[in-house]
């Protein structure tokens, strides 16, 4: 059973784990329509009248629970689609987690991926339980065979830690609380950390920052983790933590507020990830950045047609106090940038118009190197953790163009918005080898057969499956 979470104490990684082996376990019969023949006969005569008696099809989702001769539970089919049926969902085992009576269970014969069926179900498990308490036993799964069990548990702990912090509502998760997460997880895998508040930014020459975070009740902050060797290679990840985005004086209206709570989901993703390049002792350098604000309405609140000078020394007009992410991101970009670091992944909820452009579910990525596009792909697909390369065009650039600084924060013309951010960036980054930014949106607007509706980790899968191809022990 996953245990509540008392109220106003910090996000907690969820104790998912597989059940211990179990010769008891109840089988569950994963069924096609070409396989459903051979599976009657192995659940038997009687198993295969009861499920046609109560209407069991073998189609995509359909779940029929099996009686046993003592009146107990005997086992379970559940349909899945043809491994090759477009629009199939890798993660469709992952409804057994909900639909599934308590009890301990194992898969009677393989699914199209054991590995993928079997991390959706642990992710299926995962409830958000913090302020309303859920005492509902639930099933358990014992590993399939031939699995990396303690990976999968890792990922699933990760995931469940990264959707902990996005559906923390700002009351509870400000950022004073994200830095505390922060170090938490540092102090859990012995990691160096340093964290820079308030007017300590602007000595720090981290400006950006400052300006954004300054008109809030809470400090302004950049989070700096290092972990691993001094001599490994350098991988930095940076992710934005706005704790909550009002926009600013150029104020969202109440229907674009409602989420602000999770436009530190990238924030999110980047601590999911680290926590599993910790746990699974990944041979790189990492580096952590994670510059924290909260974009707030005050007397020192920053102002259309303001000019700032960045870290990098690249002077920036605000056009739209809310395209605020990106300005942050700038400083904790251009502070990676300068150890030229093997690999600098940003994540971030930085543009509705990634949204337009390809919806929730699957995330733009951007970078100019081609190798490392390829890469991405790879391992997005192989993970089942959907993204889409999308271009740096660069005679957009011509968007961002101010009459009176080197840059305008939120671009001209209204089109491109997700392309126009990701050029923003692109700025400054120029001595990394090489660079990808995730334009990620961090929500489920409802219930996937792997995940309750609310936060989400995108991305992170992913990266980290690249990661451990390059520099796995």
């Known amino acids: 059973m996953i245990a509540a979470v008392p109220r106003n104490q910090g996000p907690l990684a969820l104790p998912l784990s597989f059940a211990s082996p179990d010769s008891n376990a109840v089988p569950v019969w994963f069924v096609t329509p070409e396989s459903w023949p051979a599976i009657q006969t192995a659940i038997g005569p009687a198993a295969t009248r009861y499920a046609a008696a109560c209407g069991f099809e073998p189609k995509p989702g359909r779940l029929q629970l099996l009686p046993g001769a003592d009146g107990g539970l005997a086992g379970a089919l559940f349909g899945l689609a043809e491994k090759d049926a477009k629009g199939r969902d890798p993660f469709a085992a992952g409804r057994l987690a909900t639909a599934l009576p308590a009890g301990a269970y194992r898969f009677a014969n393989a699914p199209h991926e054991p590995e993928l069926a079997a991390l959706a179900f642990l992710l299926g498990l995962y409830r958000f339980d913090r302020y309303r308490a859920d005492p509902a036993e639930r099933p358990r799964l014992v590993a399939p065979d031939g699995i990396d069990a303690p990976r999968l548990e890792a990922i699933a702990r990760a995931v469940a830690f990264g959707r902990d912090l996005v559906n923390t509502p ?65 991988v930095t990840l940076v992710g934005k933590g706005v704790a909550f985005d009002s926009g600013g004086l150029d104020i969202k209206p109440s229907s674009g507020m409602g989420l602000m709570k999770k436009d530190m989901g990238g924030a999110a993703a980047a601590l ?156 400054f980054v120029v001595a990394a080898k090489a660079w990808a930014h995730f334009d990620i949106y961090a929500w489920n607007p409802k219930p996937r057969a792997h995940a309750p509706q609310g936060g989400e980790v995108q991305a992170a899968r992913a990266v980290f499956a690249l990661l451990e191809a390059r520099y796995r022990r």
Do not use: C, Q
């Not at 820079?196 to 300054?214: F, K, M, Q, S």
């Not at 809030?216 to 490994?232: K, N, Q, T, Y």
């Open 272 to 427: 999911a990830l680290a926590r599993l390049v910790m746990g699974t002792r990944l041979d790189v350098r990492l580096r952590v950045l994670v510059p924290i604000v909260e974009n707030a309405i005050s007397a020192a609140a920053m102002r259309p047609g303001d000019v700032f000078t960045s870290r990098k020394g690249l002077s920036v007009e605000i056009g739209n106090t809310d395209a605020e992410g990106r300005l942050i991101l700038a400083d904790a970009l251009a502070l990676a940038d300068e150890e030229a670091p093997e690999l600098v992944f940003d994540f971030a909820t930085l543009t509705g118009a990634a949204r337009v452009a390809l919806g929730p579910d699957l995330p733009p990525y951007y970078t100019d190197d081609e190798g490392l596009a390829a890469e991405i792909a790879a391992a997005a697909a192989r993970v089942a953790d959907p993204l889409w390369r999308m271009p740096l065009w660069r005679p957009y650039e011509t968007m961002l163009e101010s009459p009176i600084a080197d840059l305008d924060n939120s671009g001209s013309g209204g089109f491109a918005g997700s392309v126009a951010a990701a050029l923003f960036l692109a700025r």
């Open 170 to 234: 700002a009351n509870d998760l400000g950022p004073a609380a994200l830095e505390r997460a922060a170090r938490k997880l540092a102090e859990e895998f012995g990691a160096a950390f340093e964290a820079t508040r308030g007017d300590d930014l602007i000595e720090r020459n981290l400006p950006l920052i400052h300006a954004v975070g300054r008109a809030a009740a809470e400090a302004p902050r950049l989070v700096d983790i290092r972990w691993g060797r001094e001599d490994a290679p350098k």
